[in-house]
């Protein structure tokens, strides 16, 4: 039972390359988040999806695409690499229903755009 | 503008001391108010969580409280440990929409030996 897993840990990047990032989770959780976390400020949110086949904009989706092909897996994509994207990238899950469920976290992404 | 504001942003306390944490928030329409512990190079991993009727929750050594009336909540660390070296992010839960959380910039505590 892994949890909420992210790959790859870390990556660097040039400037206009792409890559997407993985979120995978075995807890049958309906709701997956990606967010960002940046110094000195709260972890904001790019996109969510609240179901298989399904995403929503967050805070700060420009830059970035989404997809939720299956329940398990939330892949967050950037097409066109800015220095401006150079974050830690975490995904979280959580069950469907009210605000009170939990919101659980993987261990991060650490990109860096040169 | 929904907001959730900590201080201090970092504090340094000896091992076995006491520490609390601050959280003011401005977030309408409250739901809960959530406490998570960060370590270093890991994700958010939760503490406690409150409701508005709810005014003090404990989990082991950890003790969070709010006061709905002023907006306030804390987080006090009893007999601290090493292993207590960590951010601590105060989260703001609204009581609408699926997605909606306020995160504050968090407190990054160091325990010294």
């Known amino acids: 039972n892994a949890g909420v897993t992210q790959t790859p840990k870390f990556r660097v990047l040039k400037t206009g390359q792409s890559m997407t990032l993985l979120c995978a989770q075995d807890m049958n959780h309906e709701y997956m988040y990606w967010y960002r976390q940046d110094p000195g400020m709260g972890l904001r949110l790019i996109h969510y999806?609240?179901?298989?086949?399904?995403?929503a904009k967050g805070e700060v989706p420009d830059g970035y695409n989404v997809s939720r092909l299956k329940k398990q897996n939330f892949l967050l994509g950037l097409e066109s690499a800015a220095p401006s994207q150079t974050s830690v990238y975490f995904c979280?899950?959580?069950?469907?229903?009210?605000?009170?469920?939990?919101?659980?976290f993987g261990p991060g992404t650490r990109l860096l755009v040169l | 503008k929904n907001q959730v504001e900590q201080s201090p942003q970092s504090l340094i306390i000896l091992e076995g001391k006491n520490c609390t944490l601050q959280c003011n928030y401005t977030v309408s329409p409250f739901s809960n108010l959530r406490w998570y512990k960060q370590d270093t190079g890991r994700g958010p991993v939760s503490l406690t969580i409150?409701?508005?009727?709810?005014n003090t929750k404990s989990n082991g050594r950890y003790t969070a409280t709010l006061d709905a009336d002023t907006k306030q909540s804390s987080l006090h660390i009893t007999a601290s440990q090493l292993s207590d070296s960590a951010s601590y992010i105060c989260?703001?839960?609204?009581?609408?929409?699926?997605?909606?959380?306020?995160f504050g910039t968090g407190t990054r505590l160091k325990v010294l030996a």
């Open positions: 989260v703001v839960s609204l009581n609408s929409g699926t997605y909606k959380y306020i």
């Open positions: 979280a899950t959580r069950l469907a229903g009210g605000p009170e469920e939990t919101q659980y």
């Open positions: 999806s609240v179901g298989e086949g399904t995403t």
């Open positions: 409150m409701t508005f009727s709810e």
